[in-house]
Protein backbone atom coordinates (compact mmCIF):
# COMPACT_ATOMS: atom_id res chain seq x y z
CA UNK A 1 0.00 0.00 0.00
CA UNK A 2 3.25 2.48 0.27
CA UNK A 3 3.79 2.45 -3.59
CA UNK A 4 -0.18 3.24 -4.24
CA UNK A 5 0.26 5.96 -1.28
CA UNK A 6 3.43 6.57 -3.50
CA UNK A 7 1.93 6.54 -7.18
CA UNK A 8 -1.11 9.04 -5.48
CA UNK A 9 1.75 11.61 -4.67
CA UNK A 10 3.46 11.64 -8.09
CA UNK A 11 -0.08 11.48 -9.79
CA UNK A 12 -0.80 14.50 -7.97
CA UNK A 13 2.47 16.47 -8.54
CA UNK A 14 2.52 15.58 -11.92
CA UNK A 15 -1.26 16.80 -12.20
CA UNK A 16 -0.46 20.43 -10.38
CA UNK A 17 2.62 20.79 -12.78
CA UNK A 18 0.16 20.11 -15.38
CA UNK A 19 -2.71 22.78 -14.86
CA UNK A 20 0.16 25.26 -13.95
CA UNK A 21 1.97 24.61 -17.40
CA UNK A 22 -1.39 24.71 -19.48
CA UNK A 23 -1.79 28.16 -18.13
CA UNK A 24 1.43 29.54 -18.55
CA UNK A 25 1.36 28.39 -22.24
CA UNK A 26 -2.00 29.94 -22.53
CA UNK A 27 -0.65 33.05 -21.55
CA UNK A 28 2.35 33.21 -23.19
CA UNK A 29 0.62 32.50 -26.61
CA UNK A 30 -2.24 34.97 -25.84
CA UNK A 31 0.52 37.45 -25.46
CA UNK A 32 1.84 37.07 -28.81
CA UNK A 33 -1.84 36.78 -30.72
CA UNK A 34 -3.00 39.65 -33.26
CA UNK A 35 -6.38 39.79 -35.05
CA UNK A 36 -5.43 39.25 -38.37
CA UNK A 37 -7.41 39.09 -41.86
CA UNK A 38 -5.99 36.41 -44.46
CA UNK A 39 -5.76 38.11 -47.67
CA UNK A 40 -5.20 35.89 -51.04
CA UNK A 41 -4.19 38.13 -54.13
CA UNK A 42 -5.19 37.70 -57.37
CA UNK A 43 -4.19 39.16 -60.63
CA UNK A 44 -8.00 40.57 -61.04
CA UNK A 45 -7.75 42.47 -57.75
CA UNK A 46 -4.25 44.25 -58.65
CA UNK A 47 -5.68 44.66 -61.77
CA UNK A 48 -8.70 46.71 -60.25
CA UNK A 49 -6.54 47.86 -57.36
CA UNK A 50 -8.22 45.66 -54.26
CA UNK A 51 -6.65 44.31 -52.25
CA UNK A 52 -7.01 40.95 -52.59
CA UNK A 53 -10.20 38.44 -51.69
CA UNK A 54 -11.15 38.01 -47.76
CA UNK A 55 -10.64 34.28 -46.47
CA UNK A 56 -13.15 34.11 -43.80
CA UNK A 57 -13.46 36.21 -41.03
CA UNK A 58 -10.83 38.10 -38.90
CA UNK A 59 -9.23 35.72 -36.41
CA UNK A 60 -6.97 36.30 -33.67
CA UNK A 61 -3.72 34.46 -34.80
CA UNK A 62 -0.19 33.76 -33.76
CA UNK A 63 2.55 34.81 -36.62
CA UNK A 64 6.13 34.27 -36.42
CA UNK A 65 6.80 35.16 -40.04
CA UNK A 66 6.82 38.98 -40.24
CA UNK A 67 7.06 38.59 -44.24
CA UNK A 68 3.58 37.44 -44.10
CA UNK A 69 2.03 40.81 -42.87
CA UNK A 70 0.83 42.88 -45.14
CA UNK A 71 1.33 47.04 -45.41
CA UNK A 72 -2.28 47.61 -46.16
CA UNK A 73 -5.26 47.33 -43.81
CA UNK A 74 -8.66 46.84 -43.72
CA UNK A 75 -11.13 50.14 -43.42
CA UNK A 76 -11.20 49.19 -39.35
CA UNK A 77 -7.89 49.12 -39.28
CA UNK A 78 -7.47 45.36 -39.34
CA UNK A 79 -4.04 44.30 -40.16
CA UNK A 80 -3.77 41.57 -43.24
CA UNK A 81 -1.56 38.42 -44.34
CA UNK A 82 -0.87 37.41 -47.32
CA UNK A 83 -2.29 33.74 -48.00
CA UNK A 84 -0.11 33.37 -51.57
CA UNK A 85 2.79 33.99 -48.64
CA UNK A 86 1.41 31.38 -46.49
CA UNK A 87 1.33 28.50 -48.99
CA UNK A 88 4.09 29.56 -50.78
CA UNK A 89 6.26 28.85 -47.75
CA UNK A 90 4.25 26.03 -46.30
CA UNK A 91 3.16 28.13 -43.15
CA UNK A 92 -0.24 27.51 -41.88
CA UNK A 93 -0.74 30.68 -38.93
CA UNK A 94 -2.01 28.91 -35.39
CA UNK A 95 -5.05 30.00 -34.04
CA UNK A 96 -5.63 31.80 -30.72
CA UNK A 97 -8.66 29.29 -30.47
CA UNK A 98 -7.08 26.49 -31.03
CA UNK A 99 -4.42 27.05 -28.27
CA UNK A 100 -7.55 28.11 -25.74
CA UNK A 101 -9.48 24.46 -26.35
CA UNK A 102 -6.07 22.29 -26.29
CA UNK A 103 -5.00 24.00 -22.70
CA UNK A 104 -8.82 23.45 -21.49
CA UNK A 105 -8.33 19.52 -22.45
CA UNK A 106 -5.18 19.73 -20.99
CA UNK A 107 -6.66 21.73 -17.42
CA UNK A 108 -9.20 19.44 -17.05
CA UNK A 109 -7.34 16.20 -17.91
CA UNK A 110 -4.97 17.43 -15.09
CA UNK A 111 -7.70 18.16 -12.67
CA UNK A 112 -9.11 14.84 -13.24
CA UNK A 113 -5.75 13.38 -12.83
CA UNK A 114 -5.55 15.66 -9.27
CA UNK A 115 -8.51 14.14 -8.34
CA UNK A 116 -7.52 10.51 -9.25
CA UNK A 117 -4.57 11.11 -7.21
CA UNK A 118 -5.83 12.17 -4.28
CA UNK A 119 -8.36 9.42 -4.38
CA UNK A 120 -5.32 6.76 -4.55
CA UNK A 121 -3.57 8.48 -1.39
CA UNK A 122 -6.91 8.42 0.23
CA UNK A 123 -7.29 4.93 -0.72
CA UNK A 124 -4.19 3.95 0.22
CA UNK A 125 -3.81 5.53 3.76
CA UNK A 126 -6.92 4.31 4.65
CA UNK A 127 -5.88 0.91 3.76
CA UNK A 128 -2.37 1.46 5.64
CA UNK A 129 -4.38 2.49 8.69
CA UNK A 130 -6.58 -0.54 9.17
CA UNK A 131 -4.04 -2.81 8.37
CA UNK A 132 -2.33 -1.40 11.48
CA UNK A 133 -4.96 -1.40 13.56
Do not use: C
Request: glycine residues 6%; charged residues 20%.
Amino acid sequence: MKILRILGYIIIALSIVGVIGAQVTKSSYAKRAKVYQRIERTEEAALFGDVGTKIGSPQALIIDDEKAILPEKLEDGTPLISENYLKENNIYPLQLKTINETTTMATMSSLAALIVGVLITLFAGSKLKATSL
